[in-house]
């Protein structure tokens, strides 16, 4: 046995060379705009716009950028919560797009998400007990007594009472309804866990508190996570990766002590030099430095999305769209003044 009563069996083993659990493939989701009374398409918003990603056993892979650049919209599209315009989806080497409903019910027990916000993620009818449960009852997993004693140990996992198992949200605080969620996808042993910026809604004290709990779980049950959040801060502390995502795309990838010690794309180091710091002197000297916004319209001509952001561009990037790049080993960059 193991914390709170689960088997070894529970664990994954994570010795051994890094095993590819997810892959991403030139993956778009594209949503129509329409106008008029007769709602006729007028164009698209290219939420995630061929985004190529793979994610090993084990690991943390950190997801940044910017509020609505897309990086929720592409958490769900791999769950297959939002169906994708194209691309592909690999878990463990075979595609899930072509998967019926009953065949993505079996790969759903291992892949998993925490949301947002944990005020709107959990139903204010069920009690905590019906909702932690309510994924191993719908996939009928052990009698009703086995998956009772699921929940009390998935509560004390998380650091809640079983004895609170029959009270209802309204009752918790928001850091201890973050923990129900974080138990409800823990409920099916899942291998991967998609948290969607899980400490945007919670106060600071919360966070740490939620934060060490995702590093506990991840030591105990080998879980393999896709963090997103715009704290660049926390991603430093909680990933082994980290991707920067603008306006659909991903401009960079890399380790993560690499990405912050050697930025490479000018939008990464706007996102760094976004972050407070003590100094006031060097808080003005950044203001003096910071990019100008996006002009309408240019985000749609066929050079490179930050063109119009960017204090390094020069004449190609506005014609020619980069492509993502190694330009080191295991960093990537899509920018054409690194060789993109």
């Not at 046995?1 to 594209?30: Q, Y």
């Not at 190529?52 to 940044?64: F, M, Q, R, S, Y």
């Not at 599209?77 to 019910?105: A, C, F, H, Q």
Request: glycine share 10%; proline share 7%.
């Amino acid at each position: 046995m193991c914390a709170a009563g689960f088997t070894n069996d529970d664990r994954m083993n994570r010795g051994g060379p890094a095993t590819e659990l997810l892959a991403v493939r030139n993956l778009k989701k594209h949503y129509p705009v329409t106008r008029g009374f007769l709602r006729r398409r007028r164009g698209w918003v290219r939420a995630v716009d061929g985004v190529d990603l793979t994610i090993a056993k084990g690991e943390t892979l950190g997801l940044v950028g910017e509020s609505g650049c897309g990086k929720s919209t592409l958490g769900r599209v791999i769950l297959r919560l939002e169906e994708p315009t194209s691309g592909d989806i690999l878990y463990l080497g075979e595609s899930l797009l072509n998967r019926t409903g009953k065949e993505m019910l079996a790969v759903r027990r291992k892949m998993q998400i925490i949301f947002q916000d944990p005020y709107a993620s959990l139903n204010p009818r069920l009690t905590i007990g019906r909702i932690i449960g309510e994924g191993p009852a719908i996939h009928r997993l052990g009698s009703p007594a086995d998956r009772a004693e699921r929940v009390r140990r998935l509560m004390e996992v998380v650091g809640l009472r079983p004895e609170e198992a029959s009270r209802y949200p309204h009752e918790f605080s928001g850091g201890q309804r973050q923990r129900v969620g974080i138990a409800r996808a823990l409920a099916l042993q899942p291998e991967l866990l998609i948290c969607d910026e899980p400490l945007s809604a919670l106060d600071v004290s919360v966070q740490a508190q939620v934060i060490n709990l995702l590093q506990d779980l991840q030591e105990v049950f080998g879980l393999t996570y896709l963090f997103i959040s715009h704290d660049l801060s926390v991603v430093r502390h909680l990933s082994d990766r980290v991707a920067v995502m603008y306006l659909g795309s991903i401009v960079e990838l890399t380790d993560k002590d690499e990405l912050f010690d050697h930025p490479a794309h000018p939008y990464t180091l706007a996102l760094l030099q976004a972050v407070p710091v003590a100094d006031p002197r060097a808080a003005r000297l950044r203001r003096r430095k910071r990019e100008p916004e996006p002009e309408p319209g240019n985000l749609e001509g066929p050079g490179c999305r930050f063109a119009t952001r960017c204090p390094d561009a020069f004449p190609p990037c506005r014609e020619t769209a980069p492509l993502l790049k190694e330009v080191s080993p295991g960093h990537w960059v899509k920018c054409l003044r690194t060789g993109g």
